[in-house]
């Protein structure tokens, strides 16, 4: 599974797409499919389908009680949205998805490990600075 990385400053156009970093996509990219879909914080996260597919099975062991399962389930399912990579590597992200994430024409593209973010600049700005502490003390698990 491709892991994701960096950030890259992007534009969205009128017809709602930004240009996907060729680092991001795979070789042959035209058949490439991403779920879109409303992340934790006012961001759009936006998954290989394939790795989409196995996060929504993760709920059955990670989420045991059935109510909250579903409730997740419909949550993170009725928002989403599957795209395809069009010839010039760009990927629609639909209106609903764009008001959420209050996109503006700049936006931010972050590679999230097995997943690829959308931001407004602003907003991730903010998320970063307010979550630097934590930042700082979880780093040292890791030994960075």
Do not use: H
Request: overall charge positive; aromatic content about 10%.
């Amino acid at each position: 599974m491709k892991e994701y990385f960096g950030r890259y400053t992007n534009v969205l156009d009128a017809k709602g797409r930004i240009n996907l970093p060729a680092k991001f996509r795979e070789p042959d990219s035209r058949d490439q499919l991403f779920v879109l879909a409303r992340g934790s914080e006012k961001c759009i996260v936006m998954f290989p389908v394939g790795e989409w597919r196995r996060k929504n099975e993760e709920l059955d062991t990670l989420v045991p009680d059935g109510e909250k399962r579903r409730i997740l389930r419909r949550q993170l399912n009725y928002y989403a949205s599957q795209q395809k990579l069009d010839k010039q590597g760009r990927i629609n992200i639909p209106a609903e998805l764009i008001k959420y994430a209050e996109l503006d024409k700049d936006v931010e593209v972050i590679g999230a490990g097995k997943k690829i973010e959308i931001w407004n600049p602003k907003f991730v700005q903010g998320d970063l600075k307010q979550s630097e502490p934590e930042f700082q003390k979880l780093k040292n698990l890791l030994d960075f």
